[in-house]
């Protein structure tokens, strides 16, 4: 029965594995879409989060079924709870690909000074999201510590784009609806760090059973 277990806690690992690789390409994907200004790349985001949302419910169907039908012991049952949180913050990084590709989808290749900074972010965010989980199957406490404190390189990104989106106002005021486009975009990255921080703290409560907001 055990080793029926274990077979089924590698399955969901190497699930897990399979959908942050999705996460990470739909915002590559995004990101190369907003600097080519390519519409059509735009649009396979939408259909890379569709396979994520899907993931999302397998890996979750199978986190209930491991729940229900099996007796997970206290470091199993945190694994399990931890790959539920997981899996949530995963789907709203797709939703959020998903975002910033449909806006790219109207900006038609238009292009400022504050794109190359975005496109550090978007790195950045990518980055954070590929460790955390990494984090999660090495069960490596200190990568996932390493994301946490990364997520503060990201909020000093937004900060800069915001204040160069404002100066690009200020100088251009016909093109401000493009330049409030760009703030979105470069908000909907911060939520994706965000988003790989919570992945990095439910690794670090899945292996030492505290969590930050206990």
């Known amino acids: 029965m055990r080793n029926r277990f ?14 942050g690789a999705l996460c990470e390409e739909a915002i590559e994907a995004a990101a190369k879409a907003l600097i080519d200004g390519d519409v059509i790349l735009a649009e396979t985001v939408k259909e890379n989060g569709s396979a994520i949302d899907q993931m999302e419910r397998d890996i979750e169907s199978r986190c209930m079924k491991l729940l229900l039908h099996q007796q997970p012991v206290a ?5 399990i709870s ?22 790219v989808a109207f900006l038609n290749g238009h292009n400022m000074d504050g794109m190359k900074l975005i496109t550090e972010m978007a790195g950045e965010t990518t980055r954070m999201v590929t460790s955390s989980v990494d984090a999660f199957v090495k069960k490596d406490v200190e990568l996932a510590r390493n994301v946490i404190a990364r997520d503060d390189i990201v909020d000093t990104y937004f900060s800069k784009v915001k204040r160069g989106i404002i100066t690009w106002i200020a100088e251009n005021p016909e093109d401000g609806e493009f330049a409030l486009d ?5 908000k909907y990255f911060e939520r994706i760090g965000d988003h790989a921080t919570n992945i990095a703290e ?6 030492t059973g505290i969590h930050k907001e206990v």
Request: aromatic share 6%.
């Open 6 to 19: 274990e077979q089924q806690l590698f399955e969901l690992n190497r699930e897990i594995i399979e959908m």
């Open 82 to 103: 931890a790959a539920l949180k997981i899996i949530t913050d995963m789907e709203r990084i797709g939703d959020q690909a998903e975002d910033i590709a449909e806006i």
């Open 75 to 79: 470091k199993d049952l945190r694994l």
């Open 202 to 207: 439910w690794v670090i409560y899945s292996v």
């Open 182 to 186: 760009l703030l979105m975009i470069s």
